[in-house]
C-alpha cells in the first residue's frame, strides 16, 4: 500500500518538490533534546551540557520510584514510577542544579549555554 502511495505522489511532481522543500526547511532547525537516565540510585550523566531551547528528558529506569527537582524551583516532576518521564525545556543560559526530593543525595545539573 505504501508504495502505492509514494509511486502514486511521485507521478504528481508539484507535491513531491513541495514536500521536499519542505522537508529540507524542517532538516534546518533540528528540535534540540537531551535524556537523562535514572538508575541505581543516580542521574546519568550527572552532569550535562545543553543549548538554550533544549528540551531534557529524564527516565527512571531503577525499580523505584524518583523525582527530579530543581534546588532553585525552576523544574519539579510528580514521582516518576519505572519507566516514566519527566520534560523540561531550558529557555535561558544558567546552571540548574537539582536533586531526587525522595533519595536528596541524588545529584545532578543541566548548564545551559
Do not use: W
Given at each position: 500500500m505504501a508504495s502505492l502511495i509514494?509511486?502514486?505522489l511521485m507521478g504528481l511532481g508539484g507535491i513531491t518538490s513541495r514536500h521536499k522543500s519542505y522537508a529540507a526547511s524542517a532538516q534546518e532547525k533540528p528540535a534540540s533534546a537531551a535524556e537523562v537516565k535514572i538508575d541505581n540510585f543516580s542521574f546519568g550523566p550527572m552532569a550535562i551540557t545543553v543549548s538554550v531551547g533544549t528540551t531534557v528528558t529524564w527516565i527512571n529506569r531503577d525499580d523505584i520510584p524518583h523525582t527530579v527537582v530543581s534546588t532553585d524551583k525552576v523544574f519539579k516532576s510528580k514521582v516518576l514510577d519505572t519507566d516514566e518521564k519527566f520534560s523540561f525545556t531550558f529557555t535561558k543560559p544558567g546552571e540548574?542544579?537539582?536533586?531526587?526530593?525522595?533519595h536528596p543525595k541524588m545529584t545532578g545539573k543541566v548548564v545551559v549555554q
Open positions: 509514494a509511486t502514486g540548574y542544579p537539582y536533586f531526587c526530593s525522595i
